[in-house]
């Protein structure tokens, strides 16, 4: 009787680990969710991102929050896409603080990063400033709507949640991506008054020797499909400043929303709800546009948008040619990572404040040493008084099976991009810019003894030296995460 009794405990014992174990894996499926939420301005206010800035009075398209969560049953990924120029971490922080408190999402699971169109108005705080009860912290209009906006796409992405399976897809499209800086054949004179071999967009002329630095054309992508074959969204990821030829006083999203709606075109999701989310991310491009300067100019200067357009399309139908052969996965482990790093500010040498107060106090018509010298005169005079000597950045990566995500708050050298895809421990890497803030321009340390605008003092902003400190500590990251 008594070795009745301890047979049957044991089948009991073993019976209930099992049904526990079924229970664990039940709990632990893969879901994911997305949204798209408009944040398009009001007309009047100044179009941000090139040196003027003439009032908004188009709407050719409108500006979005396009989010992507992701969720293994044990942790949660989000990723929030923000149609501007770039964004200061205030913002992202406001936003960020809101997901915590009311959906308890930790700041290092939400991703979030500008795609860097050119046809936006500013999130920097231009507009009036006040505090905001729901956000907690002094923004301005402007700020404080997107900043709710944001949370709210993470609301309805979560709501959307449904079973789900993911794939990472990848190919390589040189055809629209091109080094903007060029090693000139004689040197030029940069607006601080300081001689340098590199410049940005130069032109097309004889002048020019050779590229100053690479480019990268892999098109890498993670397409979400719902447990039925729905697709749910696709976040790409592209190593290309933007297009442009957007006509004054237009707000356009850029090719960024031009190749996310183009991806639901081609896979015929139709207009059922929750609608299909395509998502373009900016990659490491600080240093690569779509122009060729190594082709003669062109005859016929193309109709505002074509150019975009035509980039989109062509992005989105290799992808989707691609995406076709996809094998797609339910068994799926999410990680992330997040750490603070303090940078050096960078200053005026003694060299450059002369230049900068000779050009100040210059009457003359002709410029000293260049056409933007009384802009750089008065950005380093304001830096040198305003900003602080370090700054507090956000580094940040995410983990998806064999999947490494990189994110960093510059505009960023394609060769950094390139450095940390050969010592990243994944299968798969790609790195998203502009994210969790915004500080300028990030060269490595050869690109600055080169010169060119994305060097010059105000333009790059903090130590020389900081992309080799950037990159070793996000590759820690994936050795954490791997």
Do not use: C
């Not at 770039?86 to 991703?111: G, S």
């Not at 055809?175 to 090693?183: A, D, G, K, L, S």
């Not at 609608?275 to 100019?297: E, H, L």
């Not at 005859?299 to 076709?324: C, F, G, R, T």
């Amino acid at each position: 009787m008594i070795r009745i009794q301890r047979l049957l405990g044991l089948i009991l014992t073993i019976s209930t680990v099992l049904f526990s174990k079924d229970l664990i894996a039940q709990d632990k499926v893969f879901q994911a969710g997305a949204s798209i939420t408009d944040i398009t301005p009001h007309l009047g206010h100044p179009i941000v991102g090139n040196y003027n800035s003439p009032p908004a009075t188009y709407i050719h398209d409108p500006l979005s929050v396009r989010t992507l969560v992701l969720d293994d049953g044990a942790k949660e990924l989000v990723f929030v896409i923000v149609d501007n120029v770039h964004i200061n971490r205030e913002v992202f922080d406001a936003a960020k603080a809101m997901l915590d408190r009311d959906l308890n999402i930790p700041t290092k699971d939400v991703m979030m990063a500008s795609t860097h169109t050119h046809s936006g108005i500013s999130l920097n705080g231009e507009g009036l400033k006040s505090i905001s009860p729901e956000v907690g912290v002094a923004l301005d209009e402007y700020q404080t709507f997107v900043v709710k906006r944001m949370v709210d796409g993470v609301k309805i992405a979560r709501e959307n949640k449904t079973l789900a399976k993911i794939a990472f897809g990848s190919v390589d499209v040189l055809e629209h991506v091109f080094n903007r800086r060029w090693i000139m054949k004689d040197s030029v004179m940069s607006p601080l008054g300081q001689l340098e071999i590199a410049k940005m967009n130069p032109g097309h002329s004889n002048a020019l020797l050779r590229p100053a630095g690479p480019v990268d054309p892999e098109v890498s992508f993670i397409a979400v499909e719902s447990k039925d074959g729905t697709p749910i969204a696709l976040l790409a990821n592209y190593s290309l400043h933007y297009v442009g030829g957007v006509p004054r006083g237009h707000i356009s999203a850029d090719y960024f929303a031009a190749f996310g709606n183009r991806m639901g075109e081609l896979l015929e999701t139709g207009s059922d709800l929750p609608a299909f989310i395509g998502i373009m991310t900016n990659g490491t491009s600080g240093d690569v546009n779509n122009n060729d300067y190594s082709k003669p100019r062109p005859k016929e200067s193309l109709p505002p948008y074509a150019k975009m357009h035509y980039v989109a399309n062509d992005i989105a139908e290799k992808v989707y040619q691609e995406y076709k052969q996809l094998d797609f996965q339910s068994e799926v482990k999410l990680g992330s990572a997040l750490s603070e790093m303090t940078l050096n500010v960078r200053r005026a040498t003694p060299e450059i404040l002369t230049n900068v107060a000779t050009v100040r106090d210059y009457e003359g018509s002709k410029p000293l040493f260049h056409s933007l010298e009384k802009t750089y005169s008065r950005r380093v005079f304001n830096m040198e008084s305003a900003y602080p000597d370090s700054v507090n950045i956000v580094l940040q990566s995410f983990a998806i099976n064999d999947i490494g995500i990189a994110s960093l708050p510059f505009e960023v050298f394609t060769q950094i991009g390139l450095d940390i895809k050969a010592k990243s421990p994944f299968k798969n890497t790609f790195t998203i810019e502009l994210a969790n803030g915004s500080y300028g321009y990030l060269p490595t340390p050869e690109q600055h003894k080169l010169g060119g605008y994305e060097t010059w003092l105000t333009t790059n902003k903090v130590q020389k030296d900081a992309s080799v400190l950037i990159t070793k500590q996000l590759i820690k990251h994936f050795q954490q995460l791997k």
